[in-house]
């Protein structure tokens, strides 16, 4: 198993305690009764004419330095008023004010009991600020200040805090008028006001109080913690570029709490889950990887065995769930989902799956409770099931700079796109090939080729590309040599993906190399697919011959002789096995691409493989093979090559043959009779069709031994209608004889006729 999963999950079982130095947010306002000696009852969102009330009414906020306070408004210049002048009244003000400190004691990590102390309230007008400065301790057990901004209208005014080496800035400003916005910061953090642009803020300041004796409470600190982490995971990442390490590209640590996925967030993690992603974020950045929250979803299946008991009620009705147990796992998949940024933007990233090595302790999932389990009752043949999801929420990260490896665990159908984008970016920005975007899109795609193996999509009969044409396609927009060679290598490997649907994207890719390498590929590509793709590299290599102005001929010998030499032979020593879309079968297409370009390339090959083809006439069938592609290539420009015509002779010579013999319909009602069975009722059939004066025959039997007869009659190919009399038991067969064999002879006749017309008079002529 991988160490550093094990080292990063010692370190975080460390962090146990949640918060920061600092908590903001808005939360909706039950609104105050908020009075102000000298100007009476304060309207929310506050009016201007107010404001300057309460300017008239307040004095110049000052600010301590060492133990003298001090007005200037050089450094601070605000308007206070004192806590003796303001009276907050209202059971919904009690009520938003505990809500807010629940949530500042959740972001500064403190337990409760804190108090809240009402200090003073603060009217910012336009040009107000306070210069970077700390708090000092203004009552006992003082730890940190609250500021609760009320509806008001203004801007600027961003709250900057900072604490060591750390700083935040915090905008204040409540969106909606039905909300309050508030930032609490503990007391020893440096912290200042940046001036308001415009309009008035009206703020009321608190001393957060830990009441009762004891230490106060401080920020956490996670110093070495953080300090650890960044040194593994800069190690980690430092591996991974120098492909020395069989480490994982990703870490997984599972969270404590259950989260749904749409309440997934870094906002809303609890307790030392919010603690961990603090710090892992700290060290994330520190040692430049990036960081998410996902979720983790198993998927469980395998057999099962009944524990209960049978009776007779058990018969009619479904047993509990209870009443199974498991036996054995037969199938496990764990994959990534659901993805989140820290900043919560919406990620490219699909369903990406999970090895064991990348889970942070290894044996993090070994205990977990499904969230769904299904047993199944056995069925036939087949025994008793189950089936079962775990669900949990995780951190995962990777070194920013191996973001596309793991982006290629997602498969194709997101990296193609991502790979487009890329790509089209660059073409829109006119830039060459220096830029960071196509600097992207070649490390991309190189991590796309070295794990296309097991990814695309296999050829199918829709007619959207493959991704083998769609990688081609950005390839080439993107003018990537290098890849577009490594690519098609990855084609030649024979791999399955391959289809004749890319040929278009293969000859434009040729085009961009240099002929001798262009013609290695191709024969490259020939040799690993025409075993299972042979009218596909047919086709590819028809169409590259057909290219003009490209002088491919000479350059092709190679691929072409690959090509002859692949052509199957003996059906009986044809492969009976493979994937379900491969067609072995030889089809008019094939030879019809394969003369054209073998007649171009070398007139020699293709007489070979003319008389191949004729050597082994059950593989290329002359009726459904030949003549069809004999009658395509009639008056075509390569019909006077001696390959060609070496073909259509033999084609008609068939055909005559056939012509000549004698056709008439039967004069009597006599059938073939030889039949594959010779029971007593198939003994009798033969008595039937050799009769030539019975036209029926009426079989009354059982169902068995009418389908036996029925089945003979179809395997035989006998000249025989059936109908089933569904009158009386049991039901009767009649058989009616036709002239169905001497049908089909008429019909071919005419067929034949009409080839050797065209074959004959289409334009070839044998001088």
Same mark, same amino acid.
């Given at each position: 198993?991988?160490?550093?999963?094990?080292?990063?999950?010692?370190?975080?079982?460390?962090?146990?305690?949640?918060?920061?130095?600092?908590?903001?947010?808005?939360?909706?306002?039950?609104?105050?009764?908020?009075?102000?000696?000298?100007?009476?009852?304060?309207?929310?969102?506050?009016?201007?004419?107010?404001?300057?009330?309460?300017?008239?009414?307040?004095?110049?906020?000052?600010?301590?330095?060492?133990?003298?306070?001090?007005?200037?408004?050089?450094?601070?210049?605000?308007?206070?008023?004192?806590?003796?002048?303001?009276?907050?009244?209202?059971?919904?003000?009690?009520?938003?004010?505990?809500?807010?400190?629940?949530?500042?004691?959740?972001?500064?990590?403190?337990?409760?009991?804190?108090?809240?102390?009402?200090?003073?309230?603060?009217?910012?007008?336009?040009?107000?600020?306070?210069?970077?400065?700390?708090?000092?301790?203004?009552?006992?057990?003082?730890?940190?200040?609250?500021?609760? #901004? +009320? *509806?008001? &209208? $203004?801007?600027?005014?961003?709250? =900057?805090?900072?604490?060591?080496? @750390?700083?935040?800035?915090?905008? %204040?400003?409540?969106?909606?008028?039905?909300?309050?916005?508030?930032?609490?910061?503990?007391?020893?953090?440096?912290?200042? #006001? +940046? *001036?308001? &642009? $415009?309009?008035?803020?009206?703020? =009321?300041?608190?001393?957060?109080? @830990?009441?009762?004796?004891?230490? %106060?409470?401080?920020?956490?600190?996670?110093?070495?913690?953080?300090?650890?982490?960044?040194?593994?995971?800069?190690?980690?990442?430092?591996?991974?570029?120098?492909?020395?390490?069989?480490?994982?590209?990703?870490?997984?640590?599972?969270?404590?709490?259950?989260?749904?996925?749409?309440?997934?967030?870094?906002?809303?993690?609890?307790?030392?889950?919010?603690?961990?992603?603090?710090?892992?974020?700290?060290?994330?950045?520190?040692?430049?990887?990036?960081?998410?929250?996902?979720?983790?979803?198993?998927?469980?299946?395998?057999?099962?065995?009944?524990?209960?008991?049978?009776?007779?009620?058990?018969?009619?009705?479904?047993?509990?769930?209870?009443?199974?147990?498991?036996?054995?796992?037969?199938?496990?998949?764990?994959?990534?989902?659901?993805?989140?940024?820290?900043?919560?933007?919406?990620?490219?990233?699909?369903?990406?799956?999970?090895?064991?090595?990348?889970?942070?302790?290894?044996?993090?999932?070994?205990?977990?409770?499904?969230?769904?389990?299904?047993?199944?009752?056995?069925?036939?043949?087949?025994?008793?099931?189950?089936?079962?999801?775990?669900?949990?929420?995780?951190?995962?990260?990777?070194?920013?700079?191996?973001?596309?490896?793991?982006?290629?665990?997602?498969?194709?159908?997101?990296?193609?796109?991502?790979?487009?984008?890329?790509?089209?970016?660059?073409?829109?920005?006119?830039?060459?090939?220096?830029?960071?975007?196509?600097?992207?899109?070649?490390?991309?795609?190189?991590?796309?080729?070295?794990?296309?193996?097991?990814?695309?999509?296999?050829?199918?009969?829709?007619?959207?590309?493959?991704?083998?044409?769609?990688?081609?396609?950005?390839?080439?927009?993107?003018?990537?040599?290098?890849?577009?060679?490594?690519?098609?290598?990855?084609?030649?490997?024979?791999?399955?993906?391959?289809?004749?649907?890319?040929?278009?994207?293969?000859?434009?890719?040729?085009?961009?190399?240099?002929?001798?390498?262009?013609?290695?590929?191709?024969?490259?590509?020939?040799?690993?697919?025409?075993?299972?793709?042979?009218?596909?590299?047919?086709?590819?290599?028809?169409?590259?011959?057909?290219?003009?102005?490209?002088?491919?001929?000479?350059?092709?010998?190679?691929?072409?002789?690959?090509?002859?030499?692949?052509?199957?032979?003996?059906?009986?020593?044809?492969?009976?096995?493979?994937?379900?879309?491969?067609?072995?079968?030889?089809?008019?297409?094939?030879?019809?691409?394969?003369?054209?370009?073998?007649?171009?390339?070398?007139?020699?090959?293709?007489?070979?493989?003319?008389?191949?083809?004729?050597?082994?006439?059950?593989?290329?069938?002359?009726?459904?093979?030949?003549?069809?592609?004999?009658?395509?290539?009639?008056?075509?420009?390569?019909?006077?090559?001696?390959?060609?015509?070496?073909?259509?002779?033999?084609?008609?010579?068939?055909?005559?043959?056939?012509?000549?013999?004698?056709?008439?319909?039967?004069?009597?009602?006599?059938?073939?009779?030889?039949?594959?069975?010779?029971?007593?009722?198939?003994?009798?059939?033969?008595?039937?069709?050799?009769?030539?004066?019975?036209?029926?025959?009426?079989?009354?039997?059982?169902?068995?031994?009418?389908?036996?007869?029925?089945?003979?009659?179809?395997?035989?190919?006998?000249?025989?209608?059936?109908?089933?009399?569904?009158?009386?038991?049991?039901?009767?067969?009649?058989?009616?004889?036709?002239?169905?064999?001497?049908?089909?002879?008429?019909?071919?006749?005419?067929?034949?006729?009409?080839?050797?017309?065209?074959?004959?008079?289409?334009?070839?002529?044998?001088?």
């Amino acid at each position: 198993m991988s160490s550093i999963s094990s080292e990063l999950a010692a370190v975080l079982a460390t962090v146990r305690r949640p918060g920061d130095f600092f908590a903001s947010g808005t939360i909706e306002l039950l609104a105050p009764q908020l009075e102000v000696v000298g100007v009476g009852q304060i309207a929310l969102p506050l009016l201007p004419a107010q404001a300057k009330q309460l300017v008239a009414a307040a004095e110049r906020a000052p600010f301590g330095r060492g133990e003298q306070t001090l007005v200037d408004t050089a450094v601070r210049r605000t308007w206070q008023i004192g806590p003796d002048q303001v009276r907050i009244q209202g059971r919904g003000w009690a009520r938003t004010l505990s809500a807010i400190l629940v949530r500042v004691c959740d972001g500064l990590g403190v337990a409760e009991p804190v108090q809240a102390e009402f200090y003073k309230l603060l009217l910012y007008d336009e040009g107000s600020f306070f210069a970077s400065h700390r708090d000092t301790e203004k009552a006992p057990g003082m730890f940190a200040t609250l500021v609760v #901004v +009320l *509806p008001s &209208t $203004s801007t600027g005014g961003e709250l =900057l805090v900072r604490h060591k080496d @750390r700083e935040v800035r915090l905008d %204040l400003h409540g969106p909606d008028p039905s909300e309050v916005a508030f930032a609490a910061f503990y007391a020893d953090c440096v912290h200042e #006001v +940046l *001036p308001i &642009t $415009s309009g008035f803020r009206l703020a =009321l300041i608190y001393n957060l109080l @830990r009441p009762g004796p004891g230490r %106060l409470p401080e920020p956490p600190s996670y110093a070495n913690q953080q300090a650890r982490l960044a040194a593994l995971l800069q190690a980690w990442g430092a591996d991974l570029s120098r492909s020395t390490t069989d480490e994982p590209e990703k870490l997984i640590f599972p969270l404590e709490h259950a989260y749904t996925s749409a309440e997934l967030g870094f906002g809303a993690l609890k307790g030392a889950d919010a603690a961990a992603a603090g710090v892992l974020m700290a060290a994330a950045q520190a040692a430049d990887c990036d960081l998410h929250l996902a979720l983790i979803s198993v998927q469980e299946s395998g057999s099962a065995e009944y524990t209960g008991y049978t009776s007779s009620y058990r018969r009619w009705s479904e047993p509990d769930e209870d009443e199974f147990e498991e036996v054995e796992v037969l199938d496990r998949s764990i994959a990534l989902s659901a993805w989140r940024w820290p900043d919560g933007q919406p990620s490219v990233l699909g369903e990406i799956p999970v090895g064991d090595d990348e889970l942070c302790p290894p044996d993090a999932l070994d205990d977990l409770e499904p969230d769904e389990e299904h047993f199944h009752e056995a069925t036939g043949n087949e025994g008793s099931s189950f089936e079962r999801t775990y669900r949990r929420a995780a951190l995962v990260l990777w070194p920013r700079k191996r973001f596309f490896a793991v982006l290629c665990q997602a498969g194709l159908t997101v990296t193609l796109p991502y790979l487009a984008d890329l790509a089209e970016r660059w073409s829109s920005s006119r830039e060459d090939h220096t830029s960071v975007l196509w600097r992207e899109a070649h490390e991309l795609s190189g991590h796309m080729i070295s794990s296309w193996h097991g990814q695309a999509r296999y050829p199918s009969r829709e007619k959207a590309p493959t991704h083998a044409t769609q990688m081609l396609i950005l390839l080439i927009q993107l003018r990537d040599k290098i890849h577009l060679e490594a690519f098609l290598t990855t084609i030649a490997a024979g791999n399955g993906s391959y289809s004749e649907g890319d040929n278009d994207a293969i000859v434009q890719a040729t085009d961009l190399l240099s002929p001798r390498r262009a013609a290695a590929l191709i024969r490259q590509i020939i040799a690993g697919n025409a075993a299972t793709s042979l009218t596909a590299c047919g086709n590819l290599l028809a169409r590259l011959v057909a290219a003009e102005g490209h002088g491919r001929e000479g350059h092709l010998r190679g691929a072409a002789t690959a090509l002859v030499e692949a052509l199957p032979g003996d059906p009986q020593h044809a492969p009976t096995q493979g994937p379900w879309w491969q067609d072995r079968s030889v089809k008019p297409r094939l030879v019809i691409d394969l003369l054209e370009a073998l007649c171009r390339i070398d007139p020699r090959l293709a007489q070979r493989a003319a008389d191949y083809m004729l050597t082994w006439p059950q593989t290329y069938n002359l009726d459904t093979v030949l003549v069809p592609a004999m009658r395509e290539l009639a008056g075509s420009r390569i019909a006077r090559e001696p390959a060609v015509q070496r073909l259509r002779d033999a084609c008609l010579a068939h055909l005559r043959t056939r012509i000549a013999e004698p056709l008439a319909p039967p004069n009597d009602w006599s059938r073939a009779s030889v039949l594959p069975c010779r029971c007593r009722h198939c003994a009798e059939l033969g008595r039937f069709l050799a009769d030539p004066e019975r036209q029926a025959w009426a079989f009354k039997a059982v169902e068995a031994d009418r389908s036996h007869v029925e089945q003979t009659i179809q395997r035989a190919h006998c000249d025989v209608d059936l109908t089933t009399d569904r009158r009386g038991r049991p039901y009767t067969l009649v058989c009616t004889k036709n002239q169905a064999s001497y049908d089909r002879r008429a019909k071919q006749r005419r067929k034949d006729l009409e080839d050797v017309n065209h074959l004959d008079g289409g334009g070839i002529s044998r001088n």
